[in-house]
């Protein structure tokens, strides 16, 4: 078989008419894009579908997607977000980026999807300067010499559990010559290698053919890390710090304004002063490859006091392991009541646990009056 079999196509077809219904919007993104001069090179309507269900089965809140090309794909992509979710989109060539945010706009979709003009390796440091909550599914579909490079980004704005898929890797079966002299085909070999290797994920590639030709693509998941849960030491002010600047600024970004989250989290924090608060409590670390993942203080009133994860530990249980440590040694100090101030990004966790709404109060910082719950529960044994 050779790159443009007709029977890819025609099966294809067969496929997309039975399993993929027509759709204005979607058709439409095809058309405008092929109105505009774009080349036909947008994913397929079953390729389309299945990075569709891929991002509902993990349940992808937040998506990165690098190269938007006419918002096909990235149409597909925010449909699959649940209300409230967020997906950023990198394209460099501004015609791309004009047709896609108006197909966006005709599907009713600007409103989650914002796309970013700019070459993908100086936008993906601003976006990483940005301490923005990391993603949950990232896909990868720009400059095929850069792969490896907008992996690494990928990484670093990911966390345990994301999923990132990569593009166009098998390159008309080429991707297994070593002779061949294509620059792409180096490159995805490169790629390949390096996933080989890179002990953060785990990864597999996937031949395809149909519509669009043969190629074939990666996915790989960024793997959970171990995660040690130790008594703070004095060598850990400094990254606990960092925890609690971060946590603040990137989880309850949603719920406060800028100058609130400054007052309540500044960039320049007194570690006299957090030596003298954590000399007066319990200070529980969750530490994960010589990294503070996160930290729970309590004291032996039943008073929690603080509890934070770094925004790329969200979501993975890790501040439900520290709560309960402190539970049960609160239950051997025969401790019958906890109770917590929680604001508006932590409450839906600690109803989690069991917490129920005491009060709604106003904490001040710093000239701001930041909203906040006391919450508390009765604790027993499990």
Request: with cysteine.
């Amino acid at each position: 078989m050779n790159a443009t079999d007709p029977r890819w196509t025609i099966v294809d077809r067969y496929l997309a008419e039975r399993l993929v219904p027509s759709d204005d919007a979607l058709d439409g993104a095809l058309q405008a894009s092929k109105d505009a001069g774009l080349p036909a090179i947008q994913v397929t309507a079953t390729e389309g579908k299945l990075i569709h269900l891929l991002a509902r089965m993990i349940g992808a809140r937040r998506v990165l997607e690098i190269g938007t090309f006419g918002g096909y794909r990235t149409i597909w992509l925010a449909r699959a977000l649940p209300p409230k979710g967020r997906l950023i989109t990198l394209e460099s060539e501004p015609i791309h980026a004009k047709v896609a945010g108006e197909n966006l706009a005709r599907a009713g979709l600007q409103a989650a999807v914002e796309v970013r003009l700019g070459p993908a390796l100086e936008t993906l440091p601003l976006l990483a300067a940005e301490t923005v909550e990391p993603f949950d599914l990232i896909f990868l579909d720009a400059d095929k010499p850069d792969t490896v490079l907008y992996f690494e980004w990928a990484l670093k704005l990911s966390r345990p559990g994301t999923l990132i898929i990569a593009d166009n890797v098998v390159r008309n079966e080429e991707v297994a010559d070593p002779q061949s002299n294509d620059p792409s085909v180096q490159r995805s070999r490169q790629f390949i290698d390096f996933l080989a290797t890179e002990k953060r994920v785990s990864a597999t590639a996937i031949q395809t053919v149909g519509s669009n030709g043969y190629d074939g693509f990666v996915i790989a998941l960024v793997n959970t890390s171990i995660v040690n849960l130790r008594p703070f030491l004095p060598s850990d002010l400094e990254q606990v710090m960092r925890v609690y600047h971060d946590a603040i600024h990137t989880l309850a970004a949603p719920f406060y304004t800028p100058e609130e989250l400054c007052a309540w989290a500044p960039q320049h924090m007194d570690a006299d002063r957090w030596r003298q608060r954590l000399a007066t409590v319990q200070t529980i670390v969750a530490e994960s490859g010589g990294i503070i993942a996160g930290f729970l203080t309590y004291d032996f009133t039943g008073h929690i006091d603080m509890l934070f994860t770094l925004p790329q530990f969200a979501r993975q249980g890790l501040a439900t392991r520290l709560f309960l440590n402190a539970e049960v040694e609160l239950l051997k100090a025969a401790i019958s009541t906890v109770f917590t101030e929680a604001s508006l990004a932590a409450r839906p966790f600690f109803e989690r646990q069991g917490f129920q709404v005491d009060a709604e109060e106003y904490s001040e910082c710093r000239g701001h009056k930041l909203r906040r719950f006391r919450m508390s529960k009765k604790v027993s044994s499990r």
